[in-house]
C-alpha cells in the first residue's frame, strides 16, 4: 500500500504498520494537541506512520443526554490546528451527507462509522471529495460484504478506500473480531484493525457502552500476526474521564510499550 497519497505521512517507506489513533472526541484544544504530541513522539521513535483520529461530533449516542461534541466548526479546527501544528494526517467519521464536503476542508481522511457503511449516498459524498474513505465494517455484515462498499467508492471515481474491521455482534452486548475476515477484505482494499472499537460491550441497560480494555494487546497482536495493514486505537491521558467511550480506551501512559512489543512482532512476521 502506498502511504506517500496522504499528505503529510512519515515512514511511509516503513515495513511497519500504519497507525490510526487519537481521543474518541474532540473534547478541547488542549487535549486534542498534547494526545497528539505524545503519540507523534511515539511512532517517530518506531517509524510507525501516523495518522492523528479524533470526532469532530458523535452522532451515534445510547442515551440524549450524552456527550456529542463540543460544536463541529471549533471542533474541525481544532484538527487542522493539530495538523498543521505537528505536520500530521488527520482523520474523522462523518454522519450526514453535507458532513462530507465539510470536512473534507479540514482533515486529511474520511471515515464512515460502521451503523452507517451501507449508506450508499454518504459512501459516495465521502468518496466524491477525493479524500481517503475509510469504510468501518458494520456489526452486522460479513467480510465479503465489504467489497461492495468498496466498489461504491472506486464507482465514485475514488481508488483510496480502506477498510477497518471493529468486530462483529456476538450477542446483545459483547463483541468479537474473526480473524478471518482479515485475509478477505485485504483482497478488497488495506485493511485496519480497530483494536479498541472491537472490545466496546455495547447495549448496557444503564445506557453507557463499556469495554475489555484489559484485552488490547490480546487483539493487537492478534491482528499483527495476522498482517493487518493498520490499526486503529483509541487513546486518553484519562479513559476514565473521556466524554466518549472511555470504557474500551487505551491509557496513553500504555501506549509506547505496546506499540514497541507490536513493532517487535511485525519484525517476525515479515521474516517468515
Known amino acids: 500500500m502506498n502511504l506517500q497519497t496522504i499528505p503529510k505521512i512519515k515512514h511511509s517507506a516503513s515495513n511497519n504498520f500504519f497507525l490510526l489513533a487519537g481521543p474518541c472526541a474532540i473534547e478541547g484544544e488542549k487535549m486534542a494537541i498534547e494526545i497528539a504530541e505524545r503519540i507523534l513522539n511515539i511512532t517517530d521513535k518506531l517509524k510507525i506512520p501516523f495518522v492523528f483520529k479524533g470526532s469532530f461530533k458523535k452522532a451515534n449516542r445510547s442515551r440524549i443526554d450524552s456527550f456529542t461534541g463540543i460544536g463541529d466548526d471549533k471542533a474541525l479546527e481544532i484538527l487542522k490546528q493539530v495538523s498543521t501544528l505537528l505536520d500530521v494526517p488527520t482523520v474523522t467519521d462523518i454522519h450526514e451527507i453535507n458532513d462530507a464536503e465539510k ?12 451503523f452507517l457503511v451501507r449508506q450508499t449516498d454518504l459512501v459516495v459524498a465521502a468518496a466524491k471529495t477525493g479524500k481517503i474513505v475509510n469504510l468501518k465494517k458494520g456489526q452486522f455484515m460479513s467480510p465479503e460484504a465489504m467489497k461492495h462498499a468498496v466498489i461504491k467508492v472506486n464507482d465514485a ?18 463483541m468479537i473480531v474473526d480473524f478471518r475476515g482479515i485475509p478477505t477484505m485485504r483482497k478488497f482494499a488495506p485493511t485496519i484493525l480497530d483494536v479498541t472499537h472491537s472490545l466496546q ?21 492478534a491482528g499483527i500476526v495476522n498482517n493487518v495493514d493498520g490499526l486503529f486505537i483509541e487513546t486518553h491521558f484519562d479513559p476514565t474521564n473521556a466524554k466518549s467511550d472511555g470504557a474500551n480506551m487505551l491509557h496513553l501512559d500504555k501506549l509506547e510499550q505496546l506499540l514497541i512489543n507490536l513493532v517487535e512482532i511485525r519484525k517476525t512476521v515479515n521474516k517468515l
Open 103 to 114: 470536512a473534507a476542508q479540514y482533515v486529511d481522511v474520511l471515515q464512515i462509522p460502521a
Open 201 to 221: 460491550q455495547p447495549n448496557q441497560t444503564v445506557g453507557v457502552t463499556g469495554g475489555r480494555p484489559d484485552m488490547i494487546e490480546t487483539i493487537a497482536r
Open 157 to 174: 471515481g475514488n481508488n483510496n478506500a480502506w477498510i477497518t474491521d471493529r468486530g462483529t455482534m456476538f450477542g446483545y452486548q459483547d
